[in-house]
């Protein structure tokens, strides 16, 4: 974990999560309203977003100088350095279609819309994913068992059922402040702005295009 002295060497937070005013009215037609099981648990499994599965982060050029400058990385992450040669090997070793030609490769690692780049899980499984990833399924098995319980027995005691709902809504919280933990940059004993900010804009960019495709 990171000393306070540590994190003050971090990058500030850049990325804010999207939130919309809502448009006021009287509707007569169906208003239908859309919602994300889970939205930045699931992003950091699907994009496998961790730590450990982070490669490094595509360095800013603001000024004319550095824009004359050949690609670099910011050479930390976190308040941890972080050498541009290993950010170099993974772009080499797993992001292929940036030295071959072919349309049939397939990349390994990507970089996220912050510059952040991550390998995939099939290079490294990262720790958040595989702990969200079981927190959610158990949340699902927890919900399933509720309505089989209410199907399946008889005069059924309802302080199973309040069980059950009060397990499956602390996991739901434990995976919704994931993305809190990585951000806490003050009080937290593992911030790193580099991740929460990939989770944010990957979040502002699945919401903008639902919110495209739906339209």
């Known amino acids: 974990s990171p000393s306070l002295q540590d994190t003050n060497k971090q990058e500030a937070l850049e990325a804010q999560a999207l939130t919309l005013e809502p448009q006021s009215g009287h509707r007569r037609d169906p208003v239908i309203v859309c919602d994300f099981t889970a939205l930045y648990p699931s992003l950091v499994i699907a994009y496998n977003l961790c730590y450990s599965t982070c490669a490094g982060k595509l360095d800013y050029h603001s000024t004319r100088n550095e824009m004359r400058q050949e690609g670099r990385t910011t050479s930390k992450i976190g308040p941890v350095q972080y050498d541009e040669s290993k950010t ?91 993305y809190g933990y990585t951000s806490a940059t003050f009080s937290g004993r593992c911030a790193i702005p580099l991740l929460a900010d990939t989770i944010v804009e990957c979040g502002r960019r699945t919401l903008t295009n639902a919110i495209n495709l739906a339209n």
């Open 88 to 178: 170099a090997t993974a772009l080499r070793h797993h992001m292929k279609s940036l030295t071959s030609e072919k349309s049939t490769v397939t990349d390994r690692s990507y970089i996220a819309p912050t510059g952040a780049i991550y390998v995939s899980e099939t290079v490294l499984k990262g720790v958040l994913p595989q702990v969200l990833d079981e927190i959610l399924s158990t949340r699902a098995m927890l919900k399933r068992a509720a309505k089989l319980y209410k199907a399946n027995v008889k005069d059924l005691s309802p302080s199973i059922l309040r069980q059950l709902e009060a397990r499956q809504l602390a996991l739901k919280y434990v995976a919704n402040v994931t």
